[in-house]
Every structure is written in structure tokens, then in C-alpha cells.
């Protein structure tokens, strides 16, 4: 069977979702979920594209990105997950490569401004939602949330919370 291949948009936000393998647990190993996070920032730079929002919890992530026109999504998500990959294997000193991601990520293309909102809440609130921290307005390492909150403040976060938490029920 043919994998259908992805289009090419330059220029897009995407809402990205991927899973381990077997849904195993790797990311609640704190150096593992790190390992995530610098990996995207590393290539948010190299890719020349923006991390709009991120989580990254015990056996899956959501990022909200925008692409430019260097590398599209398919570039993008093959770099980091093999990289990823690659950096959890050597870590755990495997000789043969255990497989450490789920077939294909999960990618949509953000249409509105309103589905814009609604995943980067969706993204931010997740931790909350998947029960890894009691509060959805606390900080999480391995989010973004602290970095909304420096930037747009508590009154923003707090109003982003109310206008899309019937999307965590």
C-alpha cells in the first residue's frame, strides 16, 4: 500500500500530534522529554521555522508551528524524529535502534484564526488535561506555557483558558 504523501504548504501553521510506539512511556523519563524539546528548538532555528506552542507528555507530544519556505512539514518532522530517535537510542547505549515513534505524526492545517486558538490552548492546557500537573495555569517543563505567560500575561492565559476549555470536556 502507498503511503499518501503530505502537500507542500510553505507559509502554514500546523497543530502536529505523534505518539511513541506502542504508546510506551519514554517522556515521562525527564531526559528523554528534554531531549523533545531541544530537538525542536535546535531545529526551529536550523529549519528556519516557529514553535508556536509545545507539550510534550509521557508518550506523546503537541506542537503548534508555522513553517516558512526552507523545509516543509514532512522535512521537518522526519529531522526531528529521527534525531530524537537516534539521541534516545545512543542514550540508552542500544547497538541495534529501538524504534522509538509511532508510524506517521498526525498533522493539520491550522484554517482560521479561531482553529489557531483553539489548538495552541488545546497544546498549553494539555498537561493539565492529561493530568500531569493540578492546575492548568502551572508551569510544566517540557511546555511553553511559562513562555506565554512572560510574553502575553496572566489576564491573556486566564481568557484563553475560558474561551476554549469546552474543548477539554
Not at 505567560?149 to 491573556?156: K, L, M, N, T, V
Request: net charge positive; proline share 4%; hydrophobic share 40%.
Amino acid at each position: 500500500m502507498n503511503r499518501m504523501k503530505r502537500p507542500i504548504f510553505h507559509n502554514q501553521y500546523y497543530f502536529i500530534t505523534s505518539v511513541t510506539y506502542g504508546r510506551r512511556r519514554w517522556f515521562a523519563e525527564t531526559d528523554f522529554a528534554q531531549i523533545i524539546v531541544d530537538q525542536w528548538k535546535h531545529y526551529e532555528a536550523a529549519y528556519e521555522f516557529h514553535l508556536d506552542a509545545y507539550c510534550v507528555l509521557p508518550d506523546h507530544y503537541h506542537t503548534v508551528l508555522s513553517v516558512g519556505v526552507k523545509k516543509t512539514i514532512s522535512q521537518i518532522l522526519h529531522a526531528v524524529h529521527s534525531y530524537t530517535a537516534t539521541l534516545i537510542n545512543k542514550q540508552l547505549g542500544q547497538i541495534t535502534k529501538i524504534k522509538v515513534w509511532e508510524g506517521n505524526a498526525w498533522d493539520e492545517v491550522v484554517r482560521n484564526k479561531q482553529m489557531y486558538w483553539q489548538k495552541v490552548a488545546y497544546t498549553l492546557f494539555n498537561p493539565w488535561r492529561a493530568g500531569v500537573v493540578q492546575d492548568p495555569f502551572e508551569p510544566y517543563p517540557f511546555s511553553n506555557l511559562a513562555e506565554w505567560y512572560d510574553r502575553e500575561g496572566e489576564e491573556f492565559i486566564s481568557s484563553l483558558f475560558a474561551r476554549y476549555k469546552r474543548w477539554f470536556e
